[in-house]
């Protein structure tokens, strides 16, 4: 063969190599749909608190998982600052917003703005006020969460026994869980003999010391129940410290509860809630691509699961890690879009 008509052959050998690839990459995406570029809001109302954490990471990683763009913003707990990061949002022209427990009333200027600019909000996590100017909410449902908390109780707890409560009622979803709690506690027949309204800017440490005083004043208490995460991390120290046996029971764990739970002394109810971020992210998607209508509650395929965290199982680990919900939307997403690598 002359060195041309080698020439030719490589170069042919190469045309027909180029052409399957391409074949294979029109496969590999036949029946996918390329997303639109988007950017997505994100707003919780202080990330120092680990369950605000959570959900605010898991929206990040949702948006950034379909190759959207994000800006997320910590107002540190001050309503002032909650108000203005979420103007600040919409004046960044942002394409959607997630928000995480967020009350509509403190952010409601910037709640106006964007349902004028046309943006869709949606919100996540736990229960807040409604509002008509909030597309969608995505949440465990408070009732489930506390029926199962009670449920745990009653199999140690004895009626007439003497309980505290720890609240924040700064929360609307805190407060549902309180008023679950009172009414719970009454059929029962516990007697709550002490309660404690946490300090939303100092939660973990007032917390301790507020268990420390409760104890100390109340040496024939039983147990104490907790509304959020943070009740985890403040009483279980505090009852060690003063050496009672004395059984936390609280609501919302998250992964840092695990430590705390296996020293015996509490007993917690964990949801997958920052699921809700996903589900937010994977409406939005649709919607953006289809036209499909934004659900305005949780779509009963994504519903949200619950369990109780004892010593027991607590070697286990935290039962549902935002990875594990990212495999689960990843591989549904790769079905339907081209997604960033692939």
């Keep these: 063969m002359s060195t041309l008509s080698a020439l030719l052959a490589a170069i042919m050998l190469v045309a027909v190599a180029s052409s399957a690839s391409a074949s294979r990459t029109h496969v590999a995406t036949a029946g996918k749909v390329k997303l639109p570029a988007k950017t997505i809001g994100i707003l919780g109302p202080v990330e120092a608190a680990e369950t605000i954490h959570l959900s605010t990471s898991a929206t990040e990683t949702a948006a950034r998982t379909l190759g959207w ?29 997630v928000l995480t427990v967020m009350e509509p009333a403190t952010i409601q200027a910037g709640l106006r703005a964007a349902a004028k600019a046309r943006i869709p909000v949606i919100s996540t996590m736990a229960a807040v ?3 008509p100017l909030i597309a969608a909410t995505y949440w465990p449902p408070p009732k489930a969460e506390n029926d199962l908390l009670i449920a745990q109780m009653k199999k140690t707890v004895a009626s007439g026994a003497k309980i505290a409560g720890l609240y924040l009622p700064q929360f609307y979803n805190a407060q549902i869980a309180q008023n679950l709690f009172v009414a719970s506690a009454k059929k029962a027949k516990w007697s709550i003999v002490a309660k404690h309204d946490t300090d939303l800017t100092n939660l973990v440490p007032d917390t301790k010391k507020a268990v420390g005083d409760i104890l100390t004043a109340n040496p024939d208490l039983t147990a104490i129940w907790g509304c959020c995460d943070f009740a ?3 009483a279980v120290p505090a009852i060690q410290q003063a050496r009672k046996n004395v059984m936390l029971f609280s609501l919302h764990g998250v992964p840092s509860s695990i430590q705390f739970i296996k020293s015996g002394k509490a007993a917690v109810e964990m949801s997958d809630g920052q699921k809700g971020s996903f589900i937010a992210i994977d409406a939005l998607a649709d919607y953006w691509t289809k036209g499909t209508p934004i659900p305005k509650t949780t779509p009963a395929k994504y519903a949200f699961k619950m369990t109780i965290v004892t010593k027991a199982n607590a070697s286990k680990g935290y039962p549902y890690p935002t990875n594990g919900i990212l495999k689960q939307f990843k591989a549904i997403w790769s079905k339907k879009y081209i997604l960033p690598g692939s």
Excluded: E, F, Q
């Design 69 to 97: 763009k994000t800006i997320r913003l910590d107002p540190g707990g001050d309503p002032a600052k909650m108000a203005s990061a979420m103007t600040s949002l919409v004046n960044s022209h942002v394409d959607a917003i």
């Design 129 to 131: 006020h409604s509002s």
């Design 232 to 234: 985890i991390a403040g």
